[in-house]
Each structure stands twice: as structure tokens, then as C-alpha cells.
């Protein structure tokens, strides 16, 4: 046998991984064999002290850490859509609108963009919708983390499909269908116009 | 709740569901991510990105039960590239990093050290051991760090590393007699 492979069934031992009829003649080997007892003792010194390694205690605030993962997921929610092409400026926004904190239903553009709100505080939702879709059918394509909420028979969405803060694909240019913003909190529709790079009329 | 349900449960929206992932994931993801890059900063700015990343790409998972694993793939992705990048920023520096912020803020337990020499000196060894470990092949490190630090099932570092259970085995054992060579006098 090569000195690499009764290394590795020395591994092997060390990890409980060898079966017991190979472990007991690889003992009696060892018992034979001083230099590859001392191999073998080497193995284990090295393997205490790589235990040793991840038995440091390591000081981290988890609930800080789970906090501020938390924070960013919000905040990339919000400022998700920024970072994709929108492929046209879908979606007008009226500043009385903008300006409004009640439920607000917009449709500019030939009636099939309309602009929903609120929602929980500090998002921003967006999802898209098939022309025709059944109320309560399954949004098309979501841009916010959560079902929409939506006052309007026409937009009921009460159930979200696709995965949070994906685009849908292929892009909105072109397609028929609804654009729902739901702005609530401090995160206002203006403002998510502005991330999104939309036109104000 | 099972990680398949609260995957499905993030993937309808329920932010809460993710919250309970990080949870439950967050030490074990910090405690790779260290083993890696030994510096508890640098580990849990890692950790954090993982986690995002791992929010974004959740729909593209087959196998939701296999969160944990998926998640510390990734881990182990960031840390390796954190790694590449702070590697280049010290090649590109005109002054080099100082290396004592690298200097994990750890508890470090040295039971059995014995005297003061004694514990200083496996103090030293253990240090060279980690400087070796960093320069070994990156996925004799991973399989190392994973398996015989962070004590990982074999299975489970098969999957976060994509690689067979015996493939696993093999990366560990050439890690370990790379570093058993190299410190065939102090072991």
C-alpha cells in the first residue's frame, strides 16, 4: 500500500470514518510501525489544535447582526428598483397624488397604470398585474417584499407569487397591465418616483 | 417551522419568515465566515451580504430544505472573494494594511497550555498553523476549515462545496498532511 493511502486511512481513524475491521488491523500496524505511530500522533496533535481554532468565542451583538440585515432587506426594498433598467417611464405619478397619505388609485396611461398606497411604513411595493386577471389572482411579477395592499375590487392582490423585489421578466416595456405602488410611511410616492426615475405630471 | 416553510413563507412575502432564517442561521454563517477570515468584522460584514444575497436569489433555490446548506455556499463564496479582495487592496496599497486590526477580538481558550512558555508556545504554533492554512489550495482550506474547525458534518460540507463525500474526505486529509509536513517538528 502507498504511504498516501494508509496516510489517508490514518485520516480516516482520526474522523471514526474507517471501518472497524480496517481500523483494527491499522492498529496493529501502528503497534508495528514506531515511525507511523509517530504519523499518526502527529495527525492527532494537528487535529486538537485545529479543534482548539473553532472553539474561540467569538463577541458579536446577534440581535444587532439580525437587526441590521433586517434594516438593509427594508432599505434594499426600497431601493431595489433603482438599480434595474426600467425600460420606459411606466408610470406617471400626480403630485397631488404624491402629496395625498390616504389610498390613493391613479390611472394615467390609457387607465392601466395605477398607483396604490399605503403601505407599511418606510416600504415601497410595487407589483405588476395581467390585464384581466382574476381579483385576488397572483400578481405577475412583484418588485416590493409583501402582498399589496389595495382597497380597490380591480387590484385585489391578496396573494404574491414571485419572489420578493425580482423584476418582472421579461420587462414592462410595452406590456399592458397594472403597476401597483403601495407607498406608506416616510417612504413617500414622490419619492418613490424619484428612486425609480418615473415622470411627474 | 421547517426551512422549506419559511422559505415558501418568505417567497409570499413574509418578511418575518427571513428573519426567522437569519436566526437561525446567523451563528453558524458568522462561525464559517471567521473560520475564513479571521476577523470578526470582516466575518460579519460577509455574513450580512451573504444573508442579502441569499434574500435575493431565494426563488432561484430548488430545494428549500436545503436552505442551510445553500446559505453557507454562499458564505463561503463571500469569504473567499472578501478574501481576493482584501488580498489586492493590500497588493495595490503603497503602505501595507496594518495587519494587527486583522487580530480577531476573540476569548481564545488555550486549556492545557500548560506553563507560561508552554502556552505561548502552542500560542505560536497555533498561528503558524492558521498563516499555513491560509495558503493552502482554496478548497483544501474550505474543506479544512468547514470540517475539521468548524466541525461540519462531512455530508454538509459535501453540499455547501458541491463536491461527494469522499471528495470532502480527500481535501481534508491533503490539507492535513500538507500542515502535518509542514510542522512534522512542533506536533
Redesign the interface.
Known sequence: MKR?DI??KL??ML?G?LPADQAEALRRELDANPDLAA?H???E???A????????????D?DL??E???A???R?ALLQPQRRTWPARLIRLSAAAAAAAAVIVLAVLAGHWLLVGPAPTGEVHVAWQAPGAATGAAVAG?LG???LPSKSAALEVA????????MPEPPLAGRVGTIVVAAGGTARPDQAAELWGLDRI | MTDGALVAATLGGDRQAFDVLVGRYQRQATAVAFGLLGNVDDAQEVVQESFLRAYRKLSSLSSPERFGAWLLRIVSNQSLNFRRGRALRRTLSLHPVDDSDDRPELTVADAGAGTPDQAAEAGELKEAIRQAIDELPETQRLALVLFSIQKLPQKQVAEILNLSVEAVKWHVFSARKKLKDRFKDSL
Do not use: C, H, K, N
Not at chain 1, 396573494?159 to 425580482?166: D, F, L, M, S
Open positions: 498516501d496516510e489517508f485520516s480516516e474522523d470514518e504519523e500522533r502527529r495527525y496533535s494537528l487535529d489544535v485545529l479543534g482548539e481554532m473553532g472553539r474561540r468565542t467569538v463577541e458579536v446577534w447582526q439580525r441590521s440585515i433586517r438593509t432587506l427594508e434594499e412583484v417584499p409583501s402582498p396573494y404574491v407569487r414571485t419572489a420578493p423585489i425580482e
